[in-house]
Nanobody, 127 residues
Framework: QVQLVESGGGLVQAGGSLRLSCAASGRTFSSYAMNWFRQAPGKEREFVARISRRSGDSTYYSDSVKGRFTISRDNTKNTVYLQMNTLKPEDTAVYYC???????????????????WGQGTQVTVSS
């Protein structure tokens, strides 16, 4: 069993930065590919970023965040990060991390495709 806990959300002005963290319990963190999703009020869940299992040498981003967000992982701390720069009001959402055991690029947003989900952290970007 793996538990995921997100942190680092908050209120920031447009153009600012935030770093989200997702801390995982358990001893098998490095076995999981890690993902970030977001969901704004009244909108569907949206894929944000993905980092591969083990070394995390492969990353993938949605077009809406590419070049502004960076996903990384520290297996010694059982934590995945999402560095968010040049934030825009449209980035406002609840951000969730999720874990799965698949290799390759996956961007589907069906909760059933992922083994574990966190509870989310709110990010609000003011204009």
């Amino acid at each position: 069993q793996v538990q995921l806990v997100e942190s680092g959300g908050g209120l920031v002005q447009a153009g600012g930065s935030l770093r989200l963290s997702c801390a995982a319990s358990g001893r098998t963190f490095s076995s999981y590919a890690m993902n970030w999703f977001r969901q704004a009020p009244g909108k569907e869940r949206e894929f944000v970023a993905r980092i591969s299992r083990r070394s995390g040498d492969s990353t993938y981003y949605s077009d809406s965040v590419k070049g502004r967000f960076t996903i990384s992982r520290d297996n010694t701390k059982n934590t995945v990060y999402l560095q968010m720069n040049t934030l825009k009001p449209e980035d406002t959402a609840v951000y969730y991390c999720a874990a799965d055991l698949r290799s390759g690029i996956y961007t589907d947003t069906d909760r059933r495709s992922y083994d574990y989900w966190g509870q989310g952290t709110q990010v609000t970007v003011s204009s």
